[in-house]
């Protein structure tokens, strides 16, 4: 028989999805400008109706860290599908967080919809600091346009970690990263507490925010926030590099010099835009650190 799935809308609402349709080349929408689930989830316009076979066709998109999500109404139970042909990664085990952290969400804020007595429901799930998308030709061009220009019917896969800025995979929806992200959602979504990690700091102690109240903009200083993590695609698409020292530093400042660290700063920022993220991190870092010397601010 063929199953029924659901998929959540932009109000909040499980919208039903017949299934007996299960063509993967069944047009997405007829208007040539929509090309994300992003834009028209932004733009609270009706999303396309999928089939379970779309959601499977999904995972040979993917090398690693995809799932199918699926609620059994004759269990109660949520259960996720790893194909035997993906490479089981560490990042995997972002994906097995995502998926607990998932099914806590949907049941809390829908559960009039995961009962006995609800249809079914299968969606695509992957996570992982990016998407390890099976076209890495794709990546080299660094296209804004969908890798796969077939036209077909693509089932939207929530993808726990940042995602692509550029259309190449139209059905990517970024979700929040595995981690402490995530888990303040759940903790919001279940208590509507707000997570310790982003209270202000106890006696300026322990985990928690500097909201720094009773200063003036002239007591500020330069402060560099970290987000984010090295990923590999960045090689990919624009050949950005962790500089090593003899590449970059060495034969290029006096190593004898008073202010080396300096020196090998004002080199690191001539190179600045061919660095990966971490490394513009450092440069922005150790720039604001030299700012504060002079004035015993750091």
């Not at 779309?54 to 040979?60: K, R, T």
């Not at 089932?155 to 303040?184: Q, T, W, Y």
Request: aromatic residues 10%.
């Amino acid at each position: 028989l063929p199953l029924q799935a659901h998929q959540i809308n932009n109000n909040n609402n499980i919208v039903s999805v017949d299934m007996t349709n299960n063509n993967p080349t069944t047009n997405v929408d007829s208007n040539p400008s929509i090309t994300t689930y992003t834009h028209l989830i932004r733009n609270e316009m009706e999303l396309p109706k999928y089939s379970l076979q779309h959601v499977i066709y999904e995972a040979q998109t993917m090398r690693s860290k995809y799932s199918i999500l699926r609620y059994d109404p004759t269990t109660d139970q949520f259960t996720s599908y790893y194909y035997k042909h993906e490479r089981w990664v560490t990042g995997c085990y972002k994906l097995m967080h995502s998926l607990s952290a998932l099914t806590v969400l949907l049941r809390t804020i829908f559960p009039k919809r995961f009962t006995p007595n609800s249809p079914e429901f299968v969606m695509g799930v992957s996570s992982g600091d990016y998407p390890a998308m099976t076209d890495q030709e794709c990546l080299y061009r660094d296209q804004d346009e969908p890798c796969d220009l077939s036209g077909g019917l693509k089932a939207p896969v929530l993808h726990f970690g940042s995602v692509f800025r550029k259309a190449m995979f139209p059905n990517m929806i970024a979700m929040p990263m595995p981690g402490e992200h995530l888990d303040c959602f759940v903790k919001w979504s279940i208590s509507k507490e707000v997570c310790a990690q982003f209270q202000p700091k106890e006696d300026g102690r322990g985990v928690g925010l500097v909201f720094g109240e009773g200063l003036s903009y002239d007591d500020l200083i330069p402060q560099v926030i970290w987000r984010g993590t090295d990923f590999s695609f960045l090689d990919l698409q624009n050949s950005l590099v962790q500089p090593e020292y003899k590449d970059y530093i060495e034969g290029r400042i006096d190593p004898n010099g008073e202010n080396r660290l300096a020196d090998a700063t004002a080199v690191l920022r001539e190179n600045y835009s061919q660095l990966v993220p971490r490394w513009q991190g450092v440069v922005l870092t150790a720039e604001a650190e030299q700012e504060a010397l002079p004035t015993n601010s750091l």
